[in-house]
């Protein structure tokens, strides 16, 4: 009987040792947009760690540069940082002149847009330096092959990230004639702008979802997985 109350107060010990470390490094959110899918969705909750380092490749949660939507919350992944060079060239995201393409294997993604509306979407891979491997789930348009319209290169500044949503869609909303689509829409810095360090709130560590992911073939079961 003893030897099991000292395994128990040890199990103890140990859950509340986990405890404290899981809140001083820790915090639970929730998806509230499809910026980040296929990665992250609307409704999906993540382990946010507010202590950890950003690194370039991250997907991280931050409140919006612009001053007057303060409270607004936005998530993205930093594919710049201070005195890098993004753009997209050829249709493709270069980073300092370095082309990250993505592959030929693709999946079909059955996306339900915000109004109930079901598009086909291909489910593509970036290979982009994260903190869990080399390659990096992205969405993209069927139709677009992996490319999206060209951008003009931009410098970030000193003390800024550039974000960029793993939901490439409406990553570059233009009307025809190359000006910004009406009504915005819009989930990169391309459009909101640079983001201060400052503004960040912390890495994107870990996904619990029982959403839906719409993957053809897929079985829809909960995922339990670190954020690529």
């Known amino acids: ?21 899981g809140v001083l490094f820790f915090k639970v959110r929730t998806a509230h947009d499809d910026s980040m899918a296929p990665n992250l969705m609307a409704g999906d909750k993540f382990l946010l760690c507010y202590r950890c380092d950003v690194e370039k490749g991250d997907a991280v949660l931050c ?3 612009d001053p007057a939507r303060r409270g607004v919350k936005i998530l993205g992944r930093v594919v710049g940082m201070e005195g890098d060079r993004v753009e997209f060239r050829r249709g493709l995201l270069r980073v300092n002149d370095s082309e990250k393409p993505v592959s030929t294997d693709s999946k079909l993604f059955r996306y339900a847009s915000p109004d109930g509306a079901v598009r086909s979407l291909e489910y593509m891979v970036w290979e982009h330096p994260s903190l869990f491997g080399e390659q990096v789930p992205v969405l993209y348009p069927k139709d ?5 319209p060209d951008h003009a290169p931009v410098v970030v500044k000193r003390g800024h990230y550039f974000l960029l949503g793993d939901h490439r869609a409406p990553t ?23 983001v201060p360090a400052d503004n960040c709130r912390g890495v994107v560590f870990f996904v619990f979802s029982t959403a839906d992911r719409r993957i053809e073939g897929g079985t829809g079961e909960e995922r339990w ?4």
């Open 63 to 65: 409140d919006h540069p």
């Open 172 to 194: 570059l909303p233009w009307t025809a004639d190359g000006r910004p689509m009406p009504g915005g829409g819009c989930n990169s810095s391309f459009c909101y702008g640079q």
């Open 1 to 21: 009987m003893r030897a099991l109350f000292k395994a128990l107060f040890w199990i103890a010990v140990l859950a509340a040792l986990l405890f404290g470390v």
């Open 225 to 228: 997985g670190f954020m690529p």
């Open 144 to 148: 677009a092959d992996g490319q999206l």
